[in-house]
C-alpha cells in the first residue's frame, strides 16, 4: 500500500508495504524492494539485511562505516558491481552523477550515491523545475518543451520549460540557473529573477520495481514578451508557447511528462486559473487530478 502525504489515504496496487526499511545511523532513508534486499544479502560487509527473525525487517548501512566517504565508497563498490552483473534494468541508465542521500534535504548527507540507482534503495530524491510564463494581447502564456526523442526516459513528452535532478555539487537555485543556461538558453541574469513558490512531492514505483520518492522545488518566471527560449544541450526538441487553456488541456492527456503535468497544474491553480466552482470540463477534477507515472 502507498500513502498519499497529502491525506493519508491507502492505495492498492503498490509494493511499498513489501519493501524493507533502508536504515542508516537509525534513521530511516529509503525502501528496499524485496528482490534488491536479497540480492544486498550478497554484501555483508556493507549491508545488513533482517527479515524479521531476530530483528524488525530492515536494510542498514553497515554502522562500521561511519563517515560520508566511507559509505560513498562503500555503496558505490557495490553498485558498479551490480552494474557489470546486469543486476536490475535501471542500472543500465548509469549517469556518472550523484546524489546526496539524507532524512531530510536540509540535513547533513550520509552518503551520496549513482543518481541511476536510487530506486534501488528507495531513497528520496530533489530536482528544480521552472514554469516560465509571458503575456501575448494581455492574456498569460506558458512556454513549454518537448523532450528529446532519444532521452532515456519519457522520449518526446511535453516538460516544463526547464527542470533537472539536485546532484549533490549544487543547491536549488545553483541547480536552477544551470538547466535554464543548458536547456533553454536563458541568461543567468534573467534565470536569477525566477521566484520560488513551493514545493510538489510524490512516490511512483518504476516497471522494474524500484521506488521513487521525489521532491521538485518550483519556480515561477515572468519571462519578456520578445525572449524565445533556444534548444541548447539537446535533451529538448522544441519549445511551444501555449495559451493557459492549451496548457490545461495538455495536463489531462498522455502528453505531458506526468511529474511536470502537477507542475503546471500547480501553475494554474496558484494563479486561480483553474478553480473547483468553474464550468465544464469540471475542474474540481482537474484540482483532484491523481496521475498515474509508469
Known amino acids: 500500500m502507498e500513502r498519499d502525504p497529502n491525506n493519508g489515504k491507502v492505495y492498492k496496487g503498490s ?31 556493507v549491508f545488513s539485511v533482517s527479515q524479521g527473525d531476530k530483528a524488525s525487517p530492515r536494510v542498514e548501512l553497515n554502522k562500521q562505516l561511519t563517515s560520508c566517504d566511507q559509505r560513498t565508497a562503500a555503496v558505490q563498490r557495490v553498485l558498479k558491481e551490480l552494474k557489470a552483473q546486469q543486476a536490475f534494468p535501471c542500472l543500465k541508465g548509469w549517469r556518472d552523477e550523484m546524489y546526496n542521500v539524507m532524512p531530510y534535504f536540509c540535513d547533513t548527507p550520509f552518503f551520496s550515491m549513482e543518481r541511476a540507482a536510487t530506486p534501488l534503495l528507495g531513497v528520496k530524491t530533489y530536482g528544480a523545475h521552472l514554469n516560465g510564463y509571458t503575456w501575448r494581447n494581455d492574456e498569460m502564456h506558458m512556454w513549454l518543451a518537448r523532450r528529446a526523442l532519444n532521452k532515456p526516459t519519457y522520449p518526446g513528452l511535453l516538460d516544463n520549460l526547464a527542470a533537472g535532478g539536485i546532484s549533490s555539487e549544487l543547491g536549488v537555485r545553483e541547480t536552477l540557473i544551470k538547466e535554464c543556461q543548458e536547456e533553454a538558453c536563458i541568461p543567468a541574469s534573467l534565470a536569477t529573477l525566477s521566484k520560488s513558490v513551493g514545493t510538489i512531492s510524490y512516490t ?39 495559451s493557459l487553456d492549451k496548457v490545461r488541456e495538455a495536463i489531462g492527456s498522455s502528453d505531458f511528462k506526468p511529474n511536470c503535468a502537477m507542475v503546471a497544474l500547480d501553475f494554474l491553480i496558484r494563479h486561480s486559473y483553474i478553480q473547483p466552482d468553474q464550468g465544464r470540463p469540471p475542474q474540481c477534477q482537474l484540482c483532484m487530478v491523481k496521475v498515474k507515472i509508469k
Do not use: R
Open 15 to 45: 509494493s511499498k508495504a513489501l519493501c524493507l526499511p533502508f536504515m542508516v545511523a537509525g534513521q530511516q532513508v529509503g525502501y528496499v524492494p524485496p528482490a534488491v534486499a536479497k540480492c544486498l544479502h550478497q554484501y555483508p560487509t
Open 204 to 242: 511512483y514505483e518504476g516497471s522494474d520495481g524500484g521506488i521513487n520518492p521525489e521532491c521538485q522545488f518550483v519556480y515561477d518566471l515572468e519571462l519578456p514578451e520578445e525572449f524565445v527560449p533556444q534548444v541548447g544541450d539537446g535533451e529538448v526538441q522544441e519549445f511551444y508557447l501555449w
